[in-house]
């Protein structure tokens, strides 16, 4: 056991590293998990006990909280490993912000940075063997927290979890996908919790989903819940279109999920004098556009995929074809910036790479 200051941190090591027996070339993701992570309670109004662990099941109460009422919250970013097989972690600040904005309005406590930032430099660094090198692949990092008391009553729990822990990514490749416009189901509504990331909006999601699956689409286009007649998100995605060489995308209202991608993206549209126009793109405006041929370009943006192409929308039992990936200059061009920058090929001149 060793001590680290500032944060006051305790650091179990594992005895039986499992790096050993896996292929980082191939990991299985979200199965396959690092040796350590990172715990924290929250107990009589203030985070204790905060330490690095081996990563290790956690036993709960059948009455605890979170399983009940559904205090939950979760972030999702990235680190990889540069030429020089030193660890990069993209805009982790941008993650530390957002889950406090989530715990907000969950009526739940926000975590210090020192111990989300610190907490998350730390782990990385012990687990820094584990960052996959190889071309395309990355460590997912999952920080969650959640409601611990076993009490069933209905109010915000007293007690709660804060964990971090890391699945190394294989090569993430992303195919173009095919959506539908959801005009029946509802991601988000305005006053609900759609900008926060709460693992209740993601239930939510999976009736409407599995629906569009039947379908034989991979994806659904989230709509407003009042008209639906507006696109919000593309499954859990923020979604751009270019229309007549401007993007349009969604602003970032309390139905919109305020993604890190989203934000990354149009700072590099401003800088490179792409006009950007943060309302919500017209279901019908998207459909006119795509028939009179001013539709250049429609992609989902997010941490998993960084830019995913949308090649097909179906709309009320229509398909409507899109153009051609490779025709696509922006989001090819945005796409490969941004990989350049998380993994170190290019220098970092906004501050958005902490390097551990
Ligand atoms: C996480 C998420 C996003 C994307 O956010 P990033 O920070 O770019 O990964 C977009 N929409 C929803 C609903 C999400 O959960």
New binding site residues.
């Given amino acids: 056991m060793e001590n680290t200051l500032a944060l006051d941190l305790t650091i179990e090591k594992t005895a039986h590293s499992r790096l050993s027996q896996v292929d980082l070339k191939q990991p299985i993701f979200g199965r396959t998990f690092t040796d350590h992570m990172l715990s924290a309670d929250y107990m009589g109004g203030k985070w204790t006990n905060v330490r690095i662990m081996p990563y290790q099941d956690i036993s709960i109460s059948p009455a605890l909280s979170a399983i009940h009422y559904g205090q939950s919250i979760f972030e ?1 970013l990235k680190a990889y490993k540069n030429a020089e097989g030193e660890v990069l972690c993209f805009r982790p600040d941008e993650n530390f912000k957002r889950m406090n904005k989530s715990a907000v309005r969950m009526c739940m406590p926000t975590i210090p940075e020192e111990i989300f930032m610190g907490g998350l430099r730390e782990l990385l660094n012990l687990d820094r063997d584990w960052v996959p090198a190889g071309e395309g692949c990355s460590l997912y990092i999952r920080p969650v927290m959640f409601a611990t008391d076993a009490f069933i009553g209905l109010r915000p729990s007293e007690t709660y979890k804060f964990l971090i822990f890391c699945s190394p990514a294989g090569v993430y490749y992303s195919a173009p996908v095919k959506v539908k416009v959801e005009t029946r189901y509802t991601r988000a509504a305005e006053g609900g919790t759609g900008a926060a ?1 709460a693992a209740g909006n993601y239930a939510a999601a999976m009736y409407p989903t599995k629906l569009a699956y039947q379908e034989g689409f991979d994806q659904v286009l989230w709509t407003d819940a009042k008209e639906h007649r507006y696109i919000e ?1 593309a499954g ?3 979604i751009m279109f270019i229309i007549n060489g401007t993007i349009i995308t969604a602003p970032e209202t309390d139905t919109v ?1 305020p ?4 934000k990354s993206v149009l700072q590099l549209a401003r800088e490179w004098g792409v006009p950007v126009e943060e309302r919500k793109p017209g279901v019908a405006e998207v459909i006119q556009a795509i028939q009179n041929g001013t539709l250049q370009e429609a992609f989902g ?3 998993a995929a960084t830019i995913a192409h949308i090649k097909t929308i179906g709309y009320e039992g229509q398909l409507y074809e899109l153009p051609d990936v490779a025709n696509r200059p922006f989001s090819n061009r945005v796409y490969q910036e941004l990989e350049d920058i998380k993994r170190g090929r290019k220098a970092d001149t906004r501050g958005w790479v902490m390097k551990i």
């Fill in positions: 999702g990331k998100e859990s995605m923020n999920l993604g890190i991608t989203r943006v997010g941490t």
